[in-house]
């Protein structure tokens, strides 16, 4: 089966600029996960879909970050404005349902902030 | 609150040793919890995951350990070879909102 498809795999930009990231899940995968993973840190856990509602949003910085996901298949996640502490690797994941099961990661995009 | 700690943060040893990395957890209503290698530039990948259910679990040479009394649990890689040598996250995923929190990764490397 294909994986998780993530794009850009990277991206450079200037802070107070504005960035978006797709991502394609596992076909049939009801669950999808946005992760912030900072350098040297484990992945950070920014918001969580089931289908197309949002079942956790608490460590997401609503003032500058945004996701949503039509359909209940791909997602966006964007940035706007970017700022310096942004740069990081965003991890798109998912799960055939919620709980317990195996998240299945996609490639990641390298978001770099100057 | 949800917080998983992870020790060491890295860790050598000889080809062939048995590696051991532990984490414990805040919250005693956790009962799914995996185990994540990542490779230097690549995605996390699971390697393994015990349920509160059971207290071990086995897959070749990697096994895991939980204690849900102490809220601790481990990973234990035996007879280590150099494709081993990865960073490793614990997580735990905490019941009221099914959240997966990671550890802060044990970087692991295998000595020829």
């Known amino acids: 089966e294909a994986g998780v498809a993530q794009s850009p795999r990277y991206k450079i930009i200037e802070k107070r600029q504005s960035v978006a990231f797709w991502c394609n899940p596992i076909?049939?995968?009801?669950?999808l996960y946005w992760y912030q993973q900072i350098l040297g840190q484990g992945p950070k856990l920014l918001i969580q879909?089931?289908?197309?509602?949002?079942?956790?949003d608490s460590q997401l910085p609503k003032d500058r970050f945004s996701a949503e996901r039509l359909k209940g298949v791909d997602s966006t996640l964007k940035i706007q404005p970017a700022k310096l502490e942004d740069s990081a690797v965003y991890l798109c994941?998912?799960?055939?349902?919620?709980?317990?099961?195996?998240?299945?990661f996609g490639p990641g995009t390298r978001l770099t902030v100057l | 609150g949800e917080n998983v700690e992870q020790h060491p943060s890295t860790l050598s040893v000889q080809e062939g040793d048995s590696a051991v990395i532990k984490c414990t957890y805040s919250?005693?209503?956790?009962?799914?919890f995996p185990w994540y290698k990542q490779e230097l530039g690549k995605r996390p990948q699971l390697i393994i995951d015990?349920?509160?259910?059971?207290g071990e679990k086995k897959d070749q040479r990697i096994a895991v350990t939980l204690n849900k009394t102490a809220k601790h649990f481990s990973l234990h890689i035996t007879e280590t070879q150099p494709e081993d040598s990865a960073v490793y996250f614990c997580?735990?995923?905490?019941?009221?909102?099914?959240?997966?929190?990671f550890g802060t990764g044990t970087r692991l490397t295998i000595i020829p």
């Open positions: 994941a998912s799960s055939l349902v919620r709980g317990g099961n195996e998240q299945f």
């Open positions: 076909s049939g995968h009801a669950t």
């Open positions: 879909f089931q289908n197309n509602g949002v079942v956790d």
């Open positions: 919250d005693s209503a956790s009962n799914y």
């Open positions: 015990i349920r509160s259910n059971v």
């Open positions: 997580a735990a995923l905490f019941g009221g909102n099914e959240k997966l929190t």
